[in-house]
């Protein structure tokens, strides 16, 4: 099977006192490029993330979401720091002492100054957010797996079309070849009789204007290679795998192919048949850049 580089998933795992949530989708790009946006309460696990997602994916520019929430009541507990409360205590009674003033410093004086009293957060248990996360993951990347390999399978019908047309025109251009050569020949005799009069005609110098003629015009080789070339790729598509690259490199070698037929060409028939086939061409190089 092959694959689109677009591709979307997404996948929350939840537990009882947290819900994590993996949400990612890419466009077309020559490497992988992954792109994680991440709490940072989940941060330390960005690493393992992107090694996860190898296992997956081979091109593509990949943004990948991680959202996090916490369930639990018991997330934030109040601390009590007692050496600063003392460190409060101790320069209160100095300043009492040094400008003579009343020592009437109560509990609830005390607790009022600034982080005596602090709500820090719980560390949660590592394994278990490890685990919600590996789940999360893997559920995203699976869903982001198959809505590639669907949208490969559209892409792989739509090539397929698109190579069938081009053998169509490949077909039409091998056998106008044959057709040009001996319409070429009859053009080239009734010249000759107007030149001499109807003296009698040199067929071995018409033969020899007309093998000069084909050669010129011979595209046997490009239509030979466009074949092998298009068989190359319908072969890659049936046997998938990450093949965009490979298959770009076949269009790019098409392409070459239709610029020399074209150049070749002195057939208004056989020229057409060219641009249709550049034309179909380039089509195909557009529907390969979307393939991993």
Do not use: W
């Not at 960005?46 to 190898?54: D, F, N, Q, V, W």
């Not at 091109?59 to 979401?65: A, Q, S, T």
């Not at 893997?138 to 892409?155: H, K, P």
């Not at 190359?232 to 070698?253: C, M, T």
């Amino acid at each position: 099977m092959i694959k689109s580089m677009t591709g979307f998933g997404r996948h929350e795992a939840v537990r009882d006192n947290m819900k994590i949530t993996v949400e990612m989708k890419a466009v077309n790009h020559r490497y992988l490029d992954i792109n994680i946006k991440i709490p940072k309460k989940l941060s330390n696990f960005e690493s393992a993330i992107r090694t996860m997602l190898k296992q997956y994916i081979q091109r593509g520019k990949v943004d990948v979401f991680v959202t996090y929430e916490d369930f639990s009541e018991s997330n934030s507990a109040l601390q009590y720091h007692e050496a600063l409360a003392g460190e409060y205590l101790k320069y209160l009674r100095r300043m009492a002492k040094t400008y003579r003033l009343v020592d009437d410093v109560s509990v609830s004086t005390l607790a009022r100054f600034p982080d005596v009293f602090t709500m820090e957060e719980q560390d949660a248990d590592e394994t278990e957010l490890k685990a919600a996360l590996e789940e999360a993951v893997t559920g995203a990347a699976g869903q982001f797996v198959e809505s590639r390999i669907r949208e490969g399978e559209n892409l792989k019908q739509d090539l397929s079309s698109k190579l069938d047309e081009m053998l169509t025109n490949v077909h039409f251009i091998e056998e106008r070849a044959p057709q040009i050569i001996a319409q070429y020949r009859e053009k080239l005799k009734v010249k000759v009789k107007e030149l001499l009069e109807d003296k009698q005609v040199d067929e071995s110098r018409i033969a020899a204007e007309v093998t000069i003629y084909a050669d010129k015009i011979c595209v046997d080789e490009e239509t030979v290679r466009l074949r092998s070339h298009i068989e190359a790729v319908k072969k890659e598509l049936s046997e998938g795998g990450s093949i965009g690259r490979k298959l770009d490199f076949i269009a790019q070698e098409m392409n070459r192919e239709a610029n020399t037929i074209l150049s070749k060409a002195n057939d208004l028939a056989v020229s057409d048949a060219g641009i249709e086939l550049k034309t179909a061409i380039e089509k195909v190089r557009e529907q390969i850049q979307n393939i991993e």
